[in-house]
């Protein structure tokens, strides 16, 4: 092919892009259509952010952008066939009722709202909070500005069910909408920053990485609406836990396990590291001391309160096979622990563990505590990563590892926090990883495993059939290996000599 055959045989191939309408449109359609954006990424090979980064501006190229006009254009046309098709009496309402009066309505426009003042305050009926007005006898606001949600551009509310069921909605600004088209900030979060950065994947992760902090905080904000327990954020702290110099650590100790075995039976190991995935996801979930700490003294524990102790500790005599549930520590005598730590020694004391003798009690600073104060912004960080794993979608997965785990190392004396100081919850927080990783390590040594090594929070070295004791897989409940290492030599030469020993 001569240089002028290729050069035509390239213009015959060339092709002009599908077009695709405007990114407030793209969504429309999809949302008309009650399709979620995790239906439409499906259908079309990809990951539901990068649907949403389409929504928000972002446009696709080569093979997927066809695909993707075809949808939209598919959409326009079932919506034109279904607004042709709807049979007379179901008509969108008007602003005349079936009473023959005019009549202003929650989804009327903007300009339409000649609301009727109220003598009293009155729950709005989309988003609970006071208002002064009333509208077709029902109290709302009518700046969506005051609404307790703000307008987020659904499209008109259609009258008529296309099911026999019922549908559950949801305020949204002065409509409603469908729960499961309820907004999810870190889903859109992640597709606002693809957008932004027209799809480079390491600087949106970079992005939404340097904001996880005040994200975490809004997204535990709105976790906590409704919540039975209002979250003292500022208290009054006890020295004890504020840092001794400027660079120093405060008085608490963490119990944080760095524990080898000391000894391995004779032969060659194969050792296999185990990461306990989310342990300081998992760790939300611990009792918490919902209001300021008050001082105590005696030798009782309340379990319907939880803080810091200070206690001499129990003799350990299982450093052979078990790390110390108080880690490394060398100085003798009384110390603070948190209460995970007191929890954990307190119940290997007890009948069925027998493994020490009970943790002697001096003074506490403790308060009413709870296990659920952080669980609706756990579960909800749970829940993404899960999404996030089974779509392949490593923005999100980075994002909301970024969330839980600055969310706690950020509550103390932080100058990157000054929302929640709770320098108790965070030692509290680590605590409770520390513990949940020593409760593994005795299940393998129950289970007939050689636990070799225990580290910080989410680090288990174990000898033996490991898969039988844990599930494998990024689930918050399960493990993946981490690294795996030979540990000593074969005792017979020959096989010695096979390894080049």
Known sequence: MTDFEAIDALLAGAREEAPLPPAGERRALREELNLSQAQVAQALGVGPSTVGGWEAGRDPSGEVRDKYAYFLEGARTKLAERATARPAGHEPRTAEDEEGGPQASPHDGDDGDDGEALHREQPCVLCGRPARHQVAGFPQHLDPGECGTAPTGESDART?????????????????????ESPDPIREAVAAALAAHFGDVEAATAALVARAIPDAMALLDGTRRGGRYDIVAHPWIPDILRKQTARGPDRIWEARPKWARPELPTGRHQVTALDINGAYLSALKTHLPIGQLEHSSGFGHDRRRAGVHLITPPVWEHDAVLPNPLGNRDEPGPLWVTEPTLRLLLRLSGPKYALCDPPEIHESFTSGATENLLEKFRVALKEARERAIAEED?????????????????????????????????????????????????KAHEEGLVVVRAMGTDELHVLGEWRRVFPEGRGVSEVKVKDTYTVGCDTDPVAADEHGD
């Open 394 to 442: 490593e923005v999100t997965v980075e994002y909301v590892k970024a969330m839980y785990s600055k969310f706690v190392s950020t509550m103390g004396e932080s100058n990157y926090n000054r929302e929640l100081y709770r320098p108790d919850w965070m030692h509290l927080i680590r605590s409770q990883a520390f513990a949940n990783l020593w409760m593994k390590a005795y």
């Open 160 to 180: 008529g069910s296309e099911s026999a069921g019922t549908v559950r909605v949801v305020p949204a600004g002065r409509r409603v909408r469908t729960a499961d």
